[in-house]
């Protein structure tokens, strides 16, 4: 059986039974014992054992003229909704609030009528806390700052990851534009290049025979339209010299690829 809840002479003598205590509720509604019920009433979705803990604090806050009230909700592990906060409203002003927070809450397994199929229970543990009307709007205070410091933070993540991604956009843009710059110049580049060929350069062979990757090397000597080079990773039947037609190169910047060809 849950613990019974006494009620006391006060709402600060029932906040000081209730903290601490830990509750199972049933789910699948084979125990009708309303303070063990985990059935969800209300359009909140409570337990209604959970409601038949609290309903001491109902009554403190109707005896003192006020209405009780659940502003605030947490939702369990079974879809169940818990209250965080009960509040007794007197003319739209606050009598005194119950802060509820929940240490423990989560689904047990438990033996029910031998024979048959274990029972299923949320079982969680209330801790209570009474606030005065006063400590209760400084306690409001202090959450509207922390949820305005809260936005604050995220506004800035937000405004920052947006700066970021137009930075990569951009980046992109000016990426792409120089590509398609290069690839229309490219054809230019390659005839100069050709045209001013002279020892020293660095240059691509477009067209080494039975090679897919980059044959890269320098050249040594221009004869007319023919043009003796060195490779920097090929070898022709062991040689790393070679004629190539002039119109076979083209300009090359960069490392000298990883591994080496040849040609036998």
């Known amino acids: 059986m849950n613990p019974k809840v006494a009620g006391g002479?006060?709402?600060?003598?029932?906040?000081?039974?209730?903290?601490?205590?830990?509750?199972?509720?049933?789910?699948?509604?084979?125990?009708l014992v309303p303070a063990m019920s985990g059935a969800l009433v209300t359009s909140q979705r409570i337990p209604k054992g959970l409601l038949?803990?609290?309903?001491?604090?109902?009554?403190?806050?109707a005896a003192g003229g006020g209405e009780p009230?659940?502003?605030?909700?947490?939702?369990?592990?079974?879809?169940?909704?818990?209250?965080?906060?009960?509040?007794?409203?007197?003319q739209g002003r606050p009598l005194w609030v119950l802060d509820l927070t929940y240490p423990e809450m989560r689904l047990v397994s438990g033996e029910g009528v031998p024979g048959?199929?274990?029972?299923?229970?949320?079982?969680?543990?209330?801790?209570?806390q009474l606030m005065t009307a006063d400590e209760f709007d400084a306690?409001?205070?202090?959450?509207?700052?922390?949820?305005?410091?809260r936005e604050r933070i995220?506004?800035?993540l937000r405004e920052r990851e947006q700066a970021a991604e137009r930075q990569r956009r951009e980046a992109a843009l000016r990426q792409q534009a120089a590509e398609?710059?290069?690839?229309?110049?490219?054809?230019?580049?390659?005839?100069?290049?050709?045209?001013?060929?002279?020892?020293?350069?660095?240059?691509?062979?477009?067209?080494?025979?039975?090679?897919s990757g980059d044959v890269?090397?320098?050249?040594?000597?221009?004869?007319?339209?023919?043009?003796?080079?060195?490779?920097?990773?090929?070898?022709?039947?062991?040689?790393?010299?070679?004629?190539?037609?002039?119109?076979q190169l083209e300009p090359f910047r960069g490392r000298t690829p990883a591994g080496t060809y040849k040609i036998e």
């Open 69 to 90: 009230q659940f502003p605030q909700t947490k939702e369990a592990p079974n879809a169940a909704h818990v209250p965080t906060r009960m509040v007794c409203l007197k």
């Open 216 to 247: 890269v090397g320098m050249v040594v000597r221009v004869d007319a339209e023919v043009v003796f080079v060195q490779f920097d990773n090929l070898t022709i039947g062991a040689q790393a010299t070679w004629y190539v037609p002039r119109n």
């Open 116 to 128: 048959a199929a274990p029972l299923s229970y949320l079982r969680l543990q209330t801790n209570a």
């Open 52 to 61: 038949v803990a609290l309903a001491p604090a109902q009554a403190h806050c």
């Open 180 to 211: 398609q710059r290069d690839a229309a110049e490219w054809p230019a580049r390659v005839a100069q290049f050709q045209a001013n060929l002279k020892p020293g350069d660095r240059f691509r062979w477009t067209a080494p025979p039975g090679i």
């Open 154 to 156: 995220a506004a800035f």
């Open 139 to 149: 306690k409001l205070r202090d959450e509207q700052a922390s949820a305005r410091e």
């Open 9 to 31: 002479d006060s709402i600060q003598e029932f906040a000081r039974n209730l903290h601490a205590r830990v509750f199972l509720l049933e789910q699948d509604g084979r125990v």
